[in-house]
C-alpha cells in the first residue's frame, strides 16, 4: 500500500510543479523524435507520391508531365512485374520454409542438456548477425561450379547453382535460409524453454507416445513465437534486396525489390518507379500491421 | 523429468548431440571458409580439391590495404633485399606495390571505404540511441493520446523496403547535394534505427520500477533531474545493448549505401562486392577485406548474446 502512496503524485503539490512539468517534458522527449521520422521518412514519401503520377526522369532535365494514374495502370498490366510478384512469392515460401523448417528443428535439437550449450547457441546465431552482402558475396565463391567447396563436398561436380536459371532462386534462399535460421531457432528455444515442464512428466505418466506430446504439448505452446518468427521472416524475405542482387543476375531470381531498383536507378523511370513503390508499400503495410497487431496479442498474455 | 528417463531417451539424447554438432558445423563452414581464405596464398584459394592444411599468410592483408599491379620481370635480387617484408610477400605472389612519383605507397580504397563506415555507424548510432532513450522514457511513462498508433507509425517507418525510401530521398538528396556525403548516410540510417531504438529501448524504460523516480521525485529531485540521476544509470544496460544493435544495423547496411554513395562516403558493403569485377578476382583479398568487416561484429555478437532474442523481436520477447 505504500506505493500506492508514493506513485499517485498530487499534480499540484510542490515535488510535482518543480522544474519541468510532466506535460512539457514528455512533449520534449517525444516530439523532436516524431518530427524527425516524419520528414525524413513520410515527407520522402508524400514527395514520391506526388511523382508516382508524373513520367518523371530523374537522368535528364525535362519536367515532369503530370499522367494521372498511368503508371498505376501501366504496373498492374504488366506481366513482366506480376512475374516479379511471382518471383517473390516463390522465393518468400521457400525460404521462411526452410528457415522453420530448419530452425525449429535445430531449437527442438538444442532443447536439453548439452555440454557447452551457450558457446554452441551465441555461434550458430553468428550468421544473421554479418553483413547480408557481404557474406552473400563469399557464398559465390562457395556455390561456384569449379572450384566451390559445396560442389567438392556434395560431389555434385560442375552442378550450376547461380547461372542455371531454374537453380538461381532456390541457390538464394538457401543462403537466406543458411543466414536467418538461426533467427527462426533463437525464437524457437525461447518459446520451447518456456513450456511447463510438469506438462511434459503428466504426459510421460499418462504413457503417452513423442508424436503425442510433439502434437499436444510442445507445438501449441510454442506456436505463437513460431508465428512471430513467420511474419516476421515473412516480411524481410518480401524486402530481400543486397543477397540477389550481389549473388545473381538471373531474371529468374528477379525479386521485386529488384526490379524496383533498376526501374528506378539504371532505367531511370523515376514516375513509374515511385508508383511501384508505392504499390510494394502498400503490401508491406498490410503485413506490418498484422505484424504489430499480432505482437501485442502475445506480448498481453 | 530425470526419474522417468528410459534407457531409449538416453540414447535419442546422444543422438541429438552428435546432430547438434553436426549442424554447428555445417553452420560455420562458411564462416571459416572466409576466416581461412584471407589467410591463404594467392594460388590455394581455388583449388580442387579445396585446400584445408595451408601455410597461413599475412599476404591477402597487405595486398587489401595497397594498390598493386602484375609483375612484367621478377625483382632483382638488390630490389627484393631492399624491400621491407611486407612487400616481399607481395613480390613472392608475382605483383608489385604501386608507389607514387615519391615513392609512396599507394593506398587501395579500402581503408577509406572501412573508415567510413565506423564514422557513419558511430555517429547514427549515438543520434539514433540518444534520441531513442528519450522518445522511449516519455512513451513509457506518461500518457500519449494515440500511444499505439504512434508506436505503429513509428515501427512501419523501418519495415519498409529501403530501395522504396531512397528513391525520393535520392532525389531529395541530389537537390541539396547531399548525395555521396557522410551526413547524407548518417540520416538515413538515424531514421532508420530511430525506430527501433524507441521500440527496445520501451521495453528497458518499462522494467525500471516507477517507484524509483517517485521515490527521487519527493526528496526533491526535479522531473529531469530524476531521469539523468536515476533512470539512465539503471536502463544503461539496455542503452548499450540497444547501441550494439542499432551499430551492427549501421554497419551491415548495404542498399542505402548502394544508392546514395559512390566514392566519397561510400561505405564496406557496396565496396567490398565492386572489387569482384570481370575476370578472375582474387579470392584472398576479399576473404580479408570481409574478415576484418566482418570482425568487430562477430565481437559484438559474443557481447550481446543475452540480448539477441530481445533486439531481434523488437522487444517482443523478454528473458
Redesign the interface.
Known amino acids: 500500500m505504500a506505493t500506492t502512496m508514493i506513485t499517485t503524485l498530487d499534480r499540484s503539490s510542490r515535488a510535482a510543479a518543480r522544474g519541468l512539468s510532466d506535460i512539457s517534458i514528455r512533449n520534449l522527449f517525444i516530439i523532436p523524435t516524431v518530427l524527425f521520422l516524419i520528414v525524413f521518412n513520410i515527407f520522402p514519401l508524400i514527395y514520391s507520391l506526388g511523382y508516382s503520377f508524373t513520367d518523371f526522369r530523374a537522368s535528364t532535365n525535362a519536367p515532369a508531365n503530370f499522367v494521372g494514374l498511368q503508371n498505376y495502370r501501366d504496373l498492374l498490366n504488366d506481366p513482366y512485374v506480376w512475374s516479379n510478384f511471382a518471383i517473390t512469392a516463390k522465393y518468400v515460401i521457400v525460404s521462411v520454409a526452410g528457415q522453420l523448417l530448419v530452425g525449429f528443428g535445430v531449437a527442438m535439437l538444442l532443447n536439453r542438456d548439452i555440454p557447452l550449450k551457450g558457446l554452441i547457441t551465441t555461434l550458430l546465431l553468428l550468421p544473421m548477425m554479418l553483413s547480408m552482402a557481404v557474406v552473400g558475396l563469399f557464398w559465390k565463391l562457395l556455390y561456384d561450379p569449379s572450384w566451390g567447396v559445396i560442389n567438392y563436398a556434395l560431389g555434385l561436380g560442375n552442378f550450376e547453382w547461380l547461372a542455371d536459371p531454374k537453380m538461381a532462386l532456390y541457390a538464394v534462399a538457401l543462403t537466406d535460409i543458411w543466414m536467418w535460421s538461426p533467427f527462426v531457432m533463437l525464437l524457437s528455444l525461447a518459446g520451447l524453454s518456456a513450456v511447463p515442464k510438469h506438462l511434459y512428466e503428466a504426459a510421460a505418466i499418462d504413457r503417452a507416445g513423442p508424436f503425442y506430446t510433439f502434437f499436444r504439448i510442445t507445438l501449441p505452446l510454442v506456436a505463437p513465437i513460431l508465428m512471430i518468427a513467420v511474419i516476421f521472416r515473412t516480411m524481410e524475405a518480401f524486402k530481400t534486396f543486397d543477397l540477389a542482387y550481389i549473388l545473381t543476375s538471373q531474371p529468374t531470381a528477379e525479386l521485386i525489390s529488384i526490379r524496383l531498383y533498376k526501374m528506378a536507378f539504371q532505367e531511370w523511370q523515376t514516375g513509374r518507379s515511385c508508383a511501384m513503390a508505392y504499390i510494394v508499400l502498400i503490401m508491406v503495410l498490410a503485413i506490418t500491421n498484422i505484424y504489430v497487431k499480432y505482437l501485442n496479442k502475445v506480448k498481453e498474455r | 523429468?530425470a526419474a522417468?528417463r528410459t534407457s531409449s531417451e538416453i540414447g535419442f539424447?546422444r543422438v541429438?548431440?552428435v546432430?547438434?554438432l553436426v549442424?554447428?558445423i555445417i553452420?560455420?563452414?562458411?564462416?571459416y571458409?572466409?576466416a581461412s581464405?584471407a589467410f591463404k596464398p594467392r594460388n590455394l584459394a581455388?583449388?580442387?580439391?579445396?585446400t584445408v592444411v595451408f601455410q597461413p599468410e599475412i599476404s591477402p592483408f597487405v595486398k587489401l590495404f595497397t594498390k598493386r599491379s602484375q609483375l612484367r620481370s621478377p625483382p632483382t635480387p638488390e630490389e627484393y633485399a631492399a624491400a621491407p617484408w611486407w612487400e616481399r610477400v607481395v613480390f613472392d605472389g608475382g605483383e608489385k606495390i604501386v608507389r607514387d612519383g615519391k615513392g609512396q605507397v599507394q593506398w587501395s580504397g579500402y581503408p577509406s571505404r572501412f573508415l567510413n563506415s565506423l564514422i557513419i555507424a558511430i555517429t547514427s548510432t549515438v543520434l539514433a540511441v540518444g534520441?531513442?532513450t528519450?522518445?522511449a522514457?516519455?512513451?513509457s511513462?506518461?500518457k500519449?493520446k494515440g500511444e499505439?498508433d504512434?508506436l505503429?507509425?513509428?515501427?512501419?517507418?523501418r519495415?519498409?523496403?529501403?530501395?522504396?525510401?531512397?528513391?525520393?530521398?535520392?532525389?531529395?538528396y541530389?537537390a541539396v547535394g547531399l548525395n555521396d556525403s557522410h551526413i547524407g548516410l548518417i540520416?538515413?540510417y538515424?531514421?532508420f534505427n530511430?525506430?527501433f531504438s524507441?521500440w527496445l529501448m520501451k521495453g528497458f524504460m518499462d522494467e525500471i520500477p516507477?517507484?524509483y523516480e517517485?521515490?527521487a521525485?519527493?526528496d526533491?529531485y526535479?522531473?529531469?533531474?530524476a531521469?539523468f540521476k536515476i533512470v539512465l544509470p539503471e536502463a544503461a544496460t539496455g542503452i548499450a545493448a540497444t547501441a550494439v544493435f542499432c551499430f551492427?544495423t549501421a554497419?551491415?547496411e548495404?542498399?542505402f549505401a548502394l544508392?546514395m554513395t559512390n566514392r566519397r562516403a561510400q561505405t564496406?558493403?557496396?565496396f567490398?562486392?565492386s572489387q569482384?569485377g570481370s575476370g578472375l578476382p582474387d579470392?584472398t583479398v576479399?576473404?580479408a577485406g570481409?574478415f576484418l568487416?566482418?570482425l568487430p561484429?562477430?565481437i559484438?555478437?559474443?557481447l550481446l548474446?543475452n540480448h539477441?532474442?530481445r533486439g531481434?523481436?523488437?522487444g517482443?520477447?523478454r528473458?
Open positions: 523429468m522417468v539424447n541429438a548431440i546432430a547438434v549442424v554447428t553452420f560455420l563452414a562458411p564462416i571458409w572466409i581464405t581455388t583449388t580442387i580439391p579445396p534520441m531513442g528519450f522518445t522514457y516519455g512513451f511513462r506518461f500519449v499505439a504512434l505503429f507509425f513509428i515501427l512501419s517507418t519495415m519498409l523496403p529501403p530501395v522504396v525510401v531512397a528513391i525520393p530521398m535520392f532525389l531529395m541530389r540520416i538515413l538515424t531514421a530511430l525506430s524507441v516507477k517507484e517517485e521515490a521525485l519527493v526533491g526535479t522531473r529531469m533531474e531521469f551492427i554497419w551491415n548495404y542498399a544508392i564496406a558493403p557496396p567490398i562486392p569482384v579470392w576479399i576473404a570481409t568487416f566482418l561484429v562477430a559484438f555478437t559474443f548474446r539477441l532474442l531481434m523481436s523488437f517482443a520477447i528473458k
